[in-house]
């Protein structure tokens, strides 16, 4: 036997399907959980159980799906499957990529975007003890409608037998297939070429590996996994399911790894989020794809974070929003009802309240007031505006972009600031205040008039 390292293996991954109950435009393999396209999720668990080469098997047409194969895995090599006939016709597809050579075979598929790196590796192991097919089982709560494994009292497996097909025996079998499998590299293309298509529907079945191996007399064995992972997603309630799934194992992982959650249920994670130790995320916050949280920041209650950098201690809402681009420092703070928008925050910086900072930069330790704005597009370009380290505007500013703040400059509260601020200088822009002597009395009494007239 050999250790993994030591063997060189091959994943073919089928993202052919139409995917027609989910009742979409987009290919079903791209649908996202957890921030991520389901293929993706795939791609990752295979770089993760330390597997070289992968080919995508994809439909035709589907350049779409091609480039996300691309985009998670840039080497993949990427097959097309002219038409439909079945599972083995899919892996057939990539028959350039198994020709190549390998030591062991694993057939996965883009619609089951669950299957942990430790599965997959449980499936190889399988092989490296002597089986040249590992079939991929589980036990489901209702084995009902699923196709089922059935072994010898060694545990072997004999055949895989569609519940259709099953006699009453097996039909009681609880040992139900999950559709992944892995071949003995060096027998894979002999055994997968001699399947055929002499049944009810006229396709070439996967499954039937299992009885061309047993009638070599070669080795087919079964590896369990749970429930949870091997759920293949045809619709959106399915979709749904592998969602809940994906958020409860991100949520545990960031629990366990230092990250505190008062309600974990209620918090959205991204498959790809980096969270430090110590970071405390309150209820009903959302952390989309891209996002990085530094050691002791806060993430106070119903906050909205997408593609942002969070430095160490700083604290950000309740309901704020950080949009693309967002980079705040360590102990800033960007309070309630606060937007930021390609934006970098400096150190200790504070924007608490009612504020949309866009394509911007603020010192460290400024302080921005209530309602401040940057008027960052004219309806055509962006413009920058930047923030001096230590300045202060004033509540109800608007700052026209282009535009800098000097160090330490004050802006007095309701200034429209269209010109730059020296460094320490006071800018003032807004209409002078006059007052009229009795005015408002004047006009409550004349209006009142006119109102008892009609």
């Not at 822009?429 to 009395?441: C, D, I, M, S, T």
Request: charged share 25%; net charge neutral.
């Amino acid at each position: 036997m050999s250790s993994l390292e030591e063997r060189r293996a091959l994943a073919v991954v089928l993202a052919a399907g139409e995917g027609t109950r989910m009742k979409s435009a987009l290919p079903k393999v791209l649908h996202r959980v957890a921030g991520r396209s389901m293929l993706a999720h795939v791609l990752a668990s295979v770089e993760k159980s330390r597997i070289a080469d992968v080919a995508v098997v994809i439909g035709p047409g589907r350049d779409d799906v091609r480039a996300e194969a691309r985009r998670a895995w840039p080497q993949s090599q990427v097959f097309v499957q002219e038409q439909r006939r079945g599972t083995a016709h899919a892996v057939l597809a990539a028959r350039d990529a198994l020709a190549s050579g390998c030591d062991d075979l694993l057939i996965l598929f883009a619609d089951t975007p669950l299957v942990t790196p430790e599965t997959m590796q449980a499936l190889r192991r399988a092989l490296a003890e002597g089986a040249t097919v590992a079939v991929l089982g589980f036990r489901p709560a209702s084995p009902l409608g699923y196709g089922r494994l059935v072994q010898d009292s060694s545990g072997a497996l004999l055949a895989i037998k569609e519940e259709k097909d099953a006699s009453p025996a097996e039909r009681a079998v609880d040992l139900c297939n999950a559709g992944l499998m892995a071949l003995d590299g060096r027998r894979a293309l002999e055994l997968l070429t001699q399947i055929d298509d002499r049944n009810a529907k006229g396709e070439f079945y996967l499954t039937d590996v299992v009885k061309l191996a047993r009638a070599a007399g070669l080795k087919a064995s079964v590896v369990l996994g749970e429930e949870s992972e091997v759920l293949g997603v045809n619709d959106r309630v399915q979709l749904a399911e592998a969602e809940r799934i994906a958020q409860n194992r991100l949520r545990r992982a960031a629990m366990e790894s230092g990250v505190t959650m008062i309600d974990p249920s209620s918090v959205y994670l991204c498959a790809d989020a980096k969270i430090a130790r110590d970071v405390t995320i309150e209820p009903h916050v959302w952390i989309g794809p891209k996002v990085e949280i530094g050691e002791g920041a806060v993430i106070h209650a119903f906050s909205h974070i997408e593609s942002a950098k969070i430095g160490p201690g700083a604290h950000v809402g309740p309901f704020a929003r950080l949009r693309p681009g967002a980079d705040l420092g360590e102990g800033a703070k960007v309070g309630n009802f606060v937007e930021i928008k390609a934006a970098k925050i400096g150190p200790g910086a504070k924007v608490s309240h009612l504020t949309y900072l866009g394509d911007a930069e603020v010192g460290a330790e400024a302080n921005i007031g209530a309602g401040t704005i940057t008027c960052n597009y004219d309806g055509f370009l962006k413009y920058r505006t930047v923030i001096g380290e230590g300045a202060f505007i004033g509540s109800n500013s608007s700052l026209v972009a282009p535009v800098t703040v000097g160090a330490g400059a004050y802006v007095g509260s309701g200034s429209v600031v269209t010109k730059d601020v020296s460094a320490d200088a006071l800018a003032i822009a807004r209409g002078r205040q006059v007052e009229k002597a009795g005015w408002a009395r004047f006009f409550r009494e004349k209006q009142s008039a006119k109102k008892a007239e009609k």
